[in-house]
């Protein structure tokens, strides 16, 4: 009997090896251009519907600099200097809209590409994959735009209060995206690490034992993406990557294959 059990988990790897589909290069490149057809497809669809409510997503995009051109006295209204300029602003809110609206849908095509290459029993990641992912990056989001953002802006607008400010529809377009999309994909450090921990790369001790060196770089990392030079912004930006790499540390401890292992001896 305990042969038996010392065995299993080998048995039950080399059933998931026998399981698992074998590609050629070629199949694997046509696998991939599908699923890109398929996400292309799925982003347009998406800007389409959200085409025509560009006007009010853009409406909630700009609040946080009319309230800070507000706190500051200032006249809260934005220029443009092209006469294409809100068009192409427009077009690009639209875009990003339905980036976002279809994101799911991208993903599980993601999903659907990588997963030829997992055990059977690694596939029921799938849901917590998607879930996570989404909900990872609406708190990256939303951190940048409730928080980040507005005290990015306050601090910039009130440094330079003495002077008349003109600030165009694309310059804060792009101020916005680049933190909101920023912060989305730094938030999505877990699942990074999730991937790296589930194939054996990078483990929980290698992680604790460098988490010193992983903070400097967070705070060099925070430096030179944040928008502004003071400190107080730098540790905004850079609490939650410490954060989500202490969180990444337990990720790699629950999934990584050595812990797997042991548990499957144990049980």
């Known amino acids: 009997m305990p042969e038996a059990a010392a065995s299993s988990p080998l048995q039950e790897s080399i059933k998931d090896s026998e399981q698992m589909p074998t590609m050629g290069f070629l199949d694997h490149l046509e696998e991939l251009r599908k699923r890109i057809v398929y996400s292309v497809i799925a982003i347009a669809v998406g800007f389409f519907a959200c085409w025509g ?51 799911p849908f991208v993903l599980y095509q993601l999903w659907c590409f990588i997963s030829p290459g997992l055990y059977r029993h690694e596939k029921r990641y799938v849901l917590p994959f998607m879930l996570s992912t989404i909900g990872l990056f609406l708190a990256g989001g939303y951190f940048g735009y409730k928080v980040v953002l507005p005290q990015a802006l306050v601090f910039l607008i009130g440094y330079g209060k003495d ?96 812990r797997r292992k042991r548990a499957e001896k144990s049980s």
Not at 69 to 85: C, D, F, I, M, W
């Open 163 to 258: 002077f008349q400010p003109m600030i165009t529809l694309s310059e804060y377009s792009s101020l916005f995206l680049t933190i909101i999309v920023g912060l989305g994909i730094i938030f999505e450090m877990p699942i990074v690490i999730f991937f790296l921990a589930l194939m054996g790369i990078v483990s929980a001790g290698f992680m604790w034992r460098n988490i010193r060196y992983a903070i400097l770089l967070i705070f060099v990392v925070a430096a030179i993406i944040t928008p502004t030079p003071d400190i107080l912004n730098m540790c905004i930006f850079a609490a939650p990557m410490v954060g989500l790499y202490i969180l990444s540390t337990g990720i790699a401890w629950a999934v990584h294959p050595s």
């Open 53 to 103: 409510y560009a006007g009010n997503i853009y409406a909630i995009m700009q609040r946080p600099i009319m309230d800070a051109l507000q706190r500051n006295g200032l006249s809260a209204k934005l220029v443009y200097v092209n006469p294409t300029e809100p068009f192409n602003l427009y077009l690009k809110v639209g875009m990003m809209a339905g980036l976002f609206v279809a994101s």
